[in-house]
């Protein structure tokens, strides 16, 4: 790579001048840059307008604290790898206050305008609760200042009830009243925080709201505790005053063996069983859809088909492996079509795209951070790019709607309309015989979506 590594620092004591990535200035807008100038954007320019608006607008890209500066590279079958020079090896507040120091550096030289956390990601868990609340509270107060300072803001905060050995039977759904009520008390903390900090959204991902075994579990009972526990948190929500949208984040399956927030489709026909649709909305994470067994597509689809798509956790996996990888979105066609339905449904505000996205454990110096990041981003500005022209020229929609032109009139509009007997479709077929086979030109389509990429 043409630019210089970054340089290593020795962990030192937290002050409020320090620099943390000396070695990595502001990222740049280059589009002219050559093969391995990786520490530029080619294609990002946060102030271009695409479609009247910004692409900054358009994007609204996040960073996750978790894998951003948590992550240690480890994985199902290796320690860790990485260690940044801002950790001194202790889970104390001063060193998660020099951490979070580190992140807001980060976020500014990358130049993005959110980011986005879980409670323990950013503040060590206590001895009892009352600590833990004390400890997040002292990194809650230093976010508050540091968002003042840069700029930056929440996109959304969320509640870690899957990690503690708690929560090992699930939280919202786990067979133990007292640990859902632990769970409550966590969550009523991780809303005044939210709001606090003016966090624009609240996720609950269920990463252990499910089951290993049916022998063992009462899956009616286990979603009516969830469908309670969400609906304690909508009252507590409204009597503090809190505004950002609550958001779902679907996944299929890891930790447990199925898991109740299976897909879009999933969560949507929960939240209409139990009346919460119009306090929720969804939070898909395209790595979870593959193995869904979808396309990368799939939820964000069906999700914004529903008016349901609130946020997009944008990462990638590796389907040949099947297990969740978080890897850094590089796929300009999967970016494409992900921006072509955010552009079709007037843009994804208030969530964004948070990049839920870890380096590879093997990339472990501090550039390497930040050459993710912006490769990601400069792979949905592209998709942004091309998904603008494919609404905006229109063909592709003309094509999609000329396969479904009998239903705009005749006996396919009534249909539609709830207006046709099953009486009159038998009459139909016996006046006009059998329907002729029509070609869903698939390829057609496959082919005028490669022009455009």
Known sequence: ????????????????????????????????????????????NP???????????????????????????????GTATIKRPWENGTD????????????????????????????????????????????????????????KKT?????????NLFNHPRYMHGAATSCDAYVTAYAGAQVKKGLEVAHRLGAENFVFWGGREGYNSLLNTDVKAELDHMAAFFRMAVAYKEK???????????????????????????????????????????????????????????????ASAYGMLGSIDANTGS????????????DIRNCTVIMKTVIEQGGLAPGGLNFDAKVRRESTELQDMF??????MDTFARGLKNAARIVSEGVMRKSLLTRYVSWNSGMGARIAAGEATLEECEKLIHDHGEPKNTSAHQEHFEAMLNHYI
């Not at 389907?319 to 590089?330: A, E, K, N, R, S």
């Open 371 to 376: 050459i993710a990041h912006a490769a990601a």
């Open 319 to 330: 389907p040949d492996l099947g297990w969740d990888t978080d890897q850094f979105p590089m």
């Open 240 to 302: 503090i005053g809190f505004k950002g949208q609550f958001l779902i984040e679907p996944k299929p399956k890891e930790p447990t063996r199925h898991q109740y927030d299976y897909d879009s489709q999933t969560v949507m026909a929960f939240l209409h069983q139990y009346g919460l649709t119009q306090y929720f909305k969804i939070n898909v994470e395209p790595n979870h859809t593959t193995l869904a067994g979808h396309p990368y597509e799939h939820d964000v689809v069906f």
């Open 1 to 44: 790579m043409a630019q210089a590594p970054a340089k290593r620092m020795k962990p030192s004591n937290s002050t409020r001048d320090e620099e943390f990535f000396p070695g990595v200035s502001q990222i740049q807008y280059k589009p002219d840059a050559g093969p391995d100038e990786t520490l530029v954007f080619r294609h990002y």
């Open 47 to 77: 102030q271009q307008e695409i479609l009247g608006r910004t692409m900054e607008d358009w994007l609204r890209f996040s960073v996750c604290y978790w894998h951003t500066f948590r992550g240690v590279g480890s994985d199902p079958f």
């Open 92 to 147: 104390s507040v001063e060193n998660a206050k020099r951490r979070m120091r580190a992140a807001f550096e980060f976020y500014t030289k990358l130049g993005v305008k959110y980011w986005s956390f879980h409670d323990r990601d950013i503040a060590p868990e206590g001895a009892t609760l009352a600590e833990t609340n004390a400890n997040l509270d002292q990194l809650v107060e230093l976010a508050a200042e540091l968002q």
């Open 151 to 159: 700029g930056v803001k929440l996109l959304w905060a969320t509640c």
